[in-house]
């Protein structure tokens, strides 16, 4: 059995139609009320017959409305052994809810949803989708052609770190899944419709506010990359300044391992301490792309001609890198997803 978590504030009659249509296809149904106002009353009235609400006193968010609603779940749904997450305004259909319904039952851990863009979307859907996806393939390693959707699903074992994870906005969902990227979890993709309704006038979301927010939060998850990318720069300006183009092919390759064993150190034994870090291979994997890449690059240059500086080079090197990479995770996750 699974019970869907619905985050909700100020709710309309969608959020009614959405509970009775998931009680007849025999859902347990928990929604957390966000400090909506007195007006929402009948609303949350009407769903009570079928769903178990709780009520916060305060909007505090809805990181911190699903983090509420995962550990009511554990006491009042003792016995569900599946958690599935869905928005009140009506975005996701029944049809797909059970969808997730049906992948988790077949062994699936974790399940996220994904949004194909296509005819009338909203502009600030469609271009918060594409720069978070560009944002987040860079930052983490990992691609997902849509990595906002609310429509996802777990197995109840997650709850205890899903808890821990911090942001209690907009910013909780795409936090939950780079944690569940660094613990080495498996999420598997489901293509969804994406809905909607009058050019999604329900949604709460911010577009510069809760954007900003976002990426702030995902930076300080993941500030340790930036910190190796920091150290190899200034490796790159050492090599640049003291050593020749024959001595920078060996130093080059050796600055970036450092670098790379660097970021991992701070990943394991800072960041992800509370959970079971398990991203060594794939960063150690790319780490070594890298070297070989920029190694590569300086000795079909330096074959030619070695009028280039070395730093100008090897920082081409690096963006021309980080375009191929992002590329690479994309296919790698049309690879996988077929498969």
Avoid at 35 to 44: D, K, L, Q, R
Avoid at 121 to 132: A, H, M, V, Y
Avoid at 188 to 217: C, E, L, Q, W
Avoid at 254 to 265: E, G, H, Q
Wanted: hydrophobic content about 45%; some cysteine.
């Amino acid at each position: 059995m699974s019970v869907v978590v619905i985050p909700a504030y100020q709710p309309d009659e969608e959020l009614i139609k959405l509970v009775q249509n998931l009680s007849d296809n025999d859902f347990s149904i928990l929604i957390v009320d966000d400090g909506s106002s007195c007006a929402c009353n009948p609303i949350f009235e009407a769903v009570s017959p079928y769903a178990r609400v709780i009520h916060s006193k305060e909007n505090e968010g809805k990181g911190a409305a699903l983090k509420k609603g995962f550990a009511a779940v554990m006491e009042h749904f003792p016995n569900e052994e599946h958690i599935i997450t869905a928005d009140a305004d009506g975005q996701h259909r029944v049809e797909d809810i059970i969808r997730v319904r049906e992948k988790l039952e077949s062994g699936n851990d974790f399940v996220l949803s994904v949004r194909y863009l296509q005819g009338k979307i909203p502009f600030r859907s469609k271009f918060g989708n594409t720069l978070s996806r560009i944002v987040y393939t860079i930052l983490t390693g990992h691609y997902f052609d849509d990595n906002q959707s609310g429509l996802r699903g777990f197995h109840k074992k997650h709850i205890d770190w899903l808890i821990k994870v911090k942001g209690d906005k907009y910013d909780y969902e795409m936090n939950m899944l780079c944690f569940a990227d660094k613990q080495g979890i498996k999420i598997s993709t489901m293509p969804i419709k994406a809905i909607y309704i009058d050019g999604n006038k329900s949604s709460h979301f911010n577009p510069v506010k809760d954007t900003v927010r976002i990426y702030k939060r995902l930076f300080s998850s993941l500030w340790p990359s930036f910190v190796s990318v920091l150290l190899m720069l200034v490796f790159f300006s050492f090599i640049s300044i003291f050593l020749s183009y024959g001595q920078a092919y060996v130093a080059t390759p050796f600055a970036v391992m450092v670098s790379t064993l660097v970021s991992i150190f701070l990943q394991r034994f800072i960041v992800f301490r509370k959970v079971t870090y398990k991203d060594y291979f794939r960063t150690l994997l790319f780490g070594a792309i890298r070297a070989s890449a920029y190694t590569g690059i300086l000795k079909s240059v330096g074959a030619f001609t070695q009028i280039i500086p070395i730093f100008a080079l090897l920082f081409a090197g690096m963006l021309l890198v980080l375009f191929v990479e992002y590329h690479i995770h994309k296919i790698m996750h049309r690879i996988m997803w077929i498969g």
